[in-house]
Nanobody
Framework: QVQLVESGGGLVQAGGSLRLSCAAS????????MGWYRQAPGKQRELVAFITTYGVTNYADSVKGRFTISRENAKNTVYLQMNSLKPEDTAVYYC???????????WGQGTQVTVSS
């Protein structure tokens, strides 16, 4: 079992920056990828970015060039650096760690990001 704890959300003005953190505890040996999703009111949850255990990254088109996902293996932590934030980035951001088979699939509790115009 893996527990995920997110932090770093908040209120920021458009153009500002935030860094989200997702710290994992428990058995992560079966995990292949770690990522961030977001869900805005009235919209479906969408993938923002993910990073594999080999360090390969992938981003949604809407955040390319503005967001950076990274990991710190010694701390079992994944980060999402968000720059040049826009009001449309406002959402609850969820951390997810999973295996490619989806047999192991863990989610954080979510952290609110609000970008004011």
């Amino acid at each position: 079992q893996v527990q995920l704890v997110e932090s770093g959300g908040g209120l920021v003005q458009a153009g500002g920056s935030l860094r989200l953190s997702c710290a994992a505890s428990g058995s992560i040996f079966n995990i292949n990828a770690m990522g961030w999703y977001r869900q805005a009111p009235g919209k479906q949850r969408e993938l923002v970015a993910f990073i594999t255990t080999y360090g390969v990254t992938n981003y949604a088109d809407s955040v390319k060039g503005r967001f950076t996902i990274s990991r710190e293996n010694a701390k079992n932590t994944v980060y999402l650096q968000m720059n040049s934030l826009k009001p449309e980035d406002t959402a609850v951001y969820y951390c997810r760690w999973w295996s490619w088979s989806n047999k192991y699939d863990y989610w954080g509790q979510g952290t609110q990001v609000t970008v004011s115009s």
